[in-house]
């Protein structure tokens, strides 16, 4: 019931530095996968799209999993207040299939609110293109980096975004707190925390073999710990063999340090946004996750004037990707809410008088 | 050796709030006039396209001074170390020719940040269609709310921008300081200050005849103090006759009041934007202007990485409207700098190692 295609647009531009391509003027790519909802609609249920966006150095396929449970919903609409329009997933540019494609062309520098454009051009390509995306309401779910494009995304462009499910987003900084100034102690920056250093250490992007690659990620990347079907998708999309015979990871080794070192400029600016989103934010936090300092919970509740958390028990960082049965859940419960909500009749808005 | 030319370009669409419109989908549409050197540019000096935004209440012909003078540049280009490509002078949404157009779709609410995406819009399109276009540096020229605008599409997009000239840009406010919380005493918005209600008695949408609307205009209205041949400029292009009969200016008072309201959503988000943007920027500032709080120029220079300031002694709040030639004098030694420092050898930006 569900056509999958596989599309190629161009990303955003301008870029927001210089540094972020080689060229300036050349457009990076973005690769996606559509799912699209085949059947007649013919109930009056809110139309529901989702986009997915994955974090640092993962890709579409983590979200297959999601994706393959979440189809079957169209089998059942009775039980459910919304349809499922269209699901998709992103490769953000050095990602994927997109860093791919963009290989040549990636700079040095990596803003993550491009990413947040990004997302905000694949909307606006469907838009344009697909008369039911049009009629749907959008609905972005993002995990640790792909949180902050979600996030921002609705800082951009708040009438695009019917709902933002945000995990472990990396959208808080303790050093980069805009209301403490000077800076606290302990100022530091991803890169000059040692964290940078540490990381480049546990990643490899070049294999003698398939085989090899494949072993790599199963056992000793900071992959290894995934739901292993869910491991299995990311891996069958992310190994390929180079021009010289040699396999690697779609993602370079440079660009995903890249990525990573995107967080010293790209937070304050998310940290800064977040006080002008009205937008319905669900934040899902990892009972047990360290990646994020402990206050970022409290000050995305602070701050998101219309946001609601809520706890995987056990989850670390990577939760939906270590337990995504229990994201799934969260998932579905939070499409349902958001269903009856769209289904209200819509409050009569008291237009403010001058 | 310039030509002019109106253009209809839409909007920039999603607007920012859901009442920005009556219609959500349908789109507004934003009027320019853009003048294009039409000369053979063979030098190497660098292209310098002029964008220009007026405060609010204004339309783009209050530009028409300074054009007028500009142009002459290019009968001088051997004295200066540029050549200015394309003027464009930019009716706002809700002002002059937009605001004719839009009016039956403009809505209760107007948020600033629209504003600057609408100068991105006008830039991008000059981009895709004029190759001249493509290859000049782009100067963002704003007053007052058009400060606003030019000062906020550098956050949103800097990479499009090579300079800001900023005239008394509305883009602080004491009361909604995000470094001061819990608000200081005396926290106001525009909304409940009472001056929204002073402005809406100093201002007239309605006359029976051509010769009562501009002479209101020339005599009572805010806008009288202006240069004696930049408010007939403004005026000719402002007083037009309704299909009743009535003559009126193009901008609503209704509309009018509402891109002054805009200043409670709007100001809190251009303060939390500054401390982002790395472009450059002029700030040019009244010499004895009250309307912005007086810590304004402080906050900017501080905020604003690189940043210049240049006070015109007894200018008020409208003092490119009043004092044009010191304003205009300002833009040329601007432009000559900017002209000389695109002509260096682009240094060789060392690119960040890992």
Redesign the interface.
């Known amino acids: 019931m569900y056509s999958a295609e596989n599309k190629i647009i161009d990303a955003h531009w301008?870029?927001?530095?210089?540094?972020s391509t080689i060229d300036?003027e050349k457009r990076l790519k973005l690769c996606y996968l559509k799912y699209k909802f085949e059947g007649t609609i013919n109930d009056n249920k809110p139309i529901l799209n989702l986009i997915f966006s994955h974090a640092t150095g993962m890709n579409k396929s983590i979200w297959k999993y999601y994706i393959k449970r979440l189809k079957k919903l169209a089998f059942m609409k009775d039980d459910y207040p919304f349809v499922i329009g269209s699901m998709i997933t992103v490769d953000h540019v050095q990602h994927g299939d997109s860093g791919v494609l963009n290989k040549d062309n990636l700079?040095?520098?990596f803003n993550w609110t491009d990413g947040a454009r990004d997302v905000i051009k694949v909307v606006m390509e469907e838009r344009s293109n697909d008369d039911a995306f049009k009629k749907g309401n959008n609905i972005l779910i993002g995990h640790s980096f792909g949180g902050f494009l979600s996030v921002y995304a609705a800082f951009?462009?708040?009438?695009?975004f019917q709902d933002i499910i945000t995990i472990e987003p990396v959208i808080y900084g303790r050093h980069s707190d805009?209301?403490a100034?000077p800076p606290p102690e302990g100022y530091k920056t991803m890169g000059n925390s040692g964290l940078?250093s540490a990381l480049?250490r546990g990643i490899k992007d070049e294999f003698d073999s398939k085989e090899e690659a494949v072993e790599w990620l199963r056992r000793t990347s900071f992959f290894s710990p995934f739901e292993s079907e869910l491991l299995e998708y990311f891996i069958s999309d992310e190994v390929i063999q180079r021009p010289d015979g040699k396999w690697t990871t779609k993602i370079s080794k440079?660009q995903h340090?890249?990525c990573y070192?995107g967080y010293d400029s790209s937070v304050?600016?998310g940290m800064?946004?977040v006080?002008?989103i009205k937008n319905r934010v669900l934040h899902v936090v990892g009972g047990s996750a360290t990646w994020n300092p402990p206050e970022t919970t409290n000050f995305l509740i602070k701050n998101l004037e219309n946001s609601d958390r809520i706890i995987v028990p056990n989850g670390t960082h990577t939760v939906p990707e270590e337990q995504p049965d229990d994201v799934l859940k969260i998932i579905k419960s939070r499409l349902t809410e958001t269903g009856f909500s769209l289904q209200e009749p819509i409050a009569l808005?008291a237009?403010?008088k001058?």
């Open positions: 301008p870029r927001y530095t210089e540094n300036k700079g040095t520098e951009l462009e708040p009438l695009l805009p209301s100034a940078l480049a440079e340090l890249t070192k304050p600016m800064s946004s006080q002008f808005t237009k403010p001058l």
